[in-house]
């Protein structure tokens, strides 16, 4: 049989798949009370499809999908990938400049000459654009041109397979407290919450919304004498690197996640499984000889 040890600390960690950057934050994940989640891409898959498209009077779908996969032209953002591949050929990228994505909230581009918009509620409010919100579950994308709403698109995004098995784990290892972040609309992020058991969600944030978020919830943590870090955040984007740097422990998705997020963290899981959390804290424990 294999000893024990051979799983143990930081290389048993890696054989699973999870990096963990520094003894110091195996350590700390042994105590985490508190998880924090982004959702898309770290709670859900990440990879959105369009279900549904709701021209304006006037506009149709052909016209909608095909401006707004002109405008998410050159986004790394999944939904951008899902409205382009929904409208299948490439547009050809001469028909689009200026091109300025507001994180968040969605992207600003000149394309065929006018000015569009293609994002959430937020975007349409800056711009001052009368649109129909709609109330279908899923992400809403709406899309205006020189200010005029010409309608809306909707996608929807999965919860990952093992998310529910994720925070039923975390519970199981002690952790008192699940919440989630997302830029989302709170429907959407209240679904997703209901179905998989987090305790605390909080929606439609902008990224120095989640950073004010995660201080507030560090603030509520309770620390040990030596001030060690309970509180843990998941994130996979650019945007979650400011909030991964702020947590006491900061976890990158590593397979799916941005280069920003995997720098700014402090541990890595390899195959993108929010259930691996659950397994590095029992690792941690067992390195450091503490029974549970
Ligand atoms: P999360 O916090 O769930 O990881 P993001 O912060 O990446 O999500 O995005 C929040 C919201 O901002 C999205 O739900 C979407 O409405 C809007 N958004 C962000 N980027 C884009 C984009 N490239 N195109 C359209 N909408 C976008
Ligand atoms: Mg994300």
Redesign the pocket.
């Known amino acids: 049989s294999v000893p024990l040890s051979f799983f143990g600390g930081i290389g048993g960690a890696s054989r699973l798949g999870i990096l963990v950057k520094g003894s110091n934050y195996l350590e700390a994940l042994g105590s985490t009370e508190t998880v924090v989640f ?5 709670l859900t898959d990440g990879t959105f499809s369009v279900t549904e498209l709701i021209g304006a009077p006037g506009v149709s779908e052909t016209e909608l999908i095909d401006i707004a996969a002109a405008a ?1 032209t050159f ?1 790394t ?1 999944p ?2 990938q899902s ?1 382009r591949a929904y409208r299948g050929a490439a547009v050809a990228a001469e028909r689009v400049r200026d091109v300025r ?1 507001i ?5 600003e581009a000149v394309v065929d000459g006018r000015e569009v918009l ?3 509620g937020k ?1 349409m409010a800056a711009h001052d654009i009368a649109f129909t919100a709609t109330d279908v579950p899923g ?1 809403v ?1 709406y899309v205006a041109a020189d200010g005029t709403y010409l309608g809306a698109i909707v996608i929807a995004d999965t919860v990952k397979l093992d998310a529910a098995r994720a925070i039923v784990d975390l519970r199981a290892a002690g952790v008192k407290k699940t919440v989630m ?5 709170t429907p959407v992020a209240r679904a997703v919450a209901a179905e998989l058991g987090i305790d605390e969600v909080h929606a439609e ?1 902008l ?1 120095q919304d ?1 950073v004010a978020e995660v201080e507030a919830l560090l603030a509520q943590t309770e620390r040990d004498t030596n001030g060690k870090g309970k509180l843990a955040f998941v ?3 650019i ?2 690197a400011p909030v991964l740097t702020r947590a006491d422990i900061g976890i990158a998705m590593g397979a799916m996640g941005s280069d920003a997020a995997i720098e700014a963290a402090d541990i890595v899981l390899m195959n993108d499984d929010p259930d691996d959390i659950a397994r590095a804290i029992h690792l941690a424990r067992r390195t450091m000889g503490i029974v549970w």
Do not use: C, F, Y
Request: proline content about 3%.
């Open positions: 982004d959702k898309t891409g770290t998410e986004s953002h939904i951008a409205v994505e994180s968040g909230q969605g992207v293609v994002g959430n975007l992400t994308l972040l997302t830029g989302d609309r944030l990224p989640k994130g996979d984007g945007n979650d």
